[in-house]
């Protein structure tokens, strides 16, 4: 198998490092970028030149633009691009402060959009490559509490689709991975919160309560690098891919409520147009 070279997002932690272990084991190259890239010492320490550490903060515009720029440079092309940097709100949508709000769409959003961007043009010249956003079953679907991070991983669901159609032709794919539950530090330090509403009070106690039983047993972050790896060497990648057992389920729920409700509408659409 030909050796490929990655640009991964986010590698501190989380999936982010789990797939770039599993990328370096198997010999390829990535270009890991971190807020902090001393969190990658002990992967240079065991993998060398295969690995290179780039420290950024997605939400910069021209930092994303430099960092992709270095790591073309060093390896020479880059054949997948993970945007996998990102963070969950928590938070009712009225305790969402603006800043909050923007502060999530600036780096699940904005930073896909940016790193995106910047590697266009090389992915372009080379007349290949692969990108993968990293959204989740709540970019296609939605539950209470957490409103700011689904808004921002619709959105990068409608472009990344879009986006889709229009590098086809330049032999570039695109993937949206949509992982359901995973132990990884999402929900935890990882994650952000507003303060909440004392009116709010019952229902997050509910909410907390639901959000456990819809996610069950997490998945192992580990276990998932090898259908991550499986994604990128098909000949012909899906647009879109669950990680995990719950959001098949979920989708098929969520899409059969839309398609039942649209039908019983339909009548009413068909007045609109007189």
């Known amino acids: 198998m030909t050796t490929k070279t990655w640009f991964i997002t ?23 970028t971190a807020r902090d890239t001393s969190t990658l010492d002990d992967l240079v320490q065991k993998y060398g030149d295969a690995l290179l550490p780039i420290r950024l903060d997605v939400t910069d515009r021209d930092a994303d633009f430099a960092a992709v720029r270095q790591a073309h440079e060093h390896f020479g092309r880059l054949d997948v691009v993970v945007n996998n940097a990102g963070y969950g709100h928590f938070g009712f949508v009225e305790e969402l402060t603006e800043q909050e709000f923007r502060d999530q769409m600036e780096t699940n959003v904005f930073g896909a959009m940016w790193v995106t961007q910047a590697a266009l043009p090389f992915l ?16 296609i679907s939605a539950f209470p509490l957490v409103g700011a991070y689904h808004a921002s991983k619709w959105a990068l669901e409608g472009f990344s689709q879009a986006l889709s159609q229009e590098v086809a032709d330049f032999g570039i794919h695109v993937t949206l991975i949509e992982p359901g539950g995973f132990a990884t530090d999402w929900g935890g330090s990882s ?18 309560e639901a959000r456990k039983k819809r996610v069950g047993t997490p998945g192992d972050p580990t276990a998932s690098a090898a259908a991550v790896l499986a994604i990128v060497d098909a000949e012909e990648p899906p647009l879109r891919a669950f990680l995990g057992s719950a959001p098949l389920g979920i989708a098929k729920a969520d899409y059969a409520s839309r398609i ?11 007045l609109a147009q007189g």
């Open 10 to 32: 986010g590698a501190s932690r989380g999936f982010g490092r789990e797939w770039t272990i599993a990328a370096l084991e198997r010999g390829d190259r990535v270009a890991a």
């Open 124 to 139: 372009r010249e080379q007349g290949s490559g692969h990108i993968l956003q990293v959204s989740s079953i709540g970019g």
């Open 191 to 208: 994650s952000k919160r507003s303060a909440e509403l004392p009116a709010y009070a019952e229902l997050h106690e509910k909410t907390v």
């Open 260 to 270: 039942a409700s649209w039908e019983q509408w339909q009548p009413n659409a068909e």
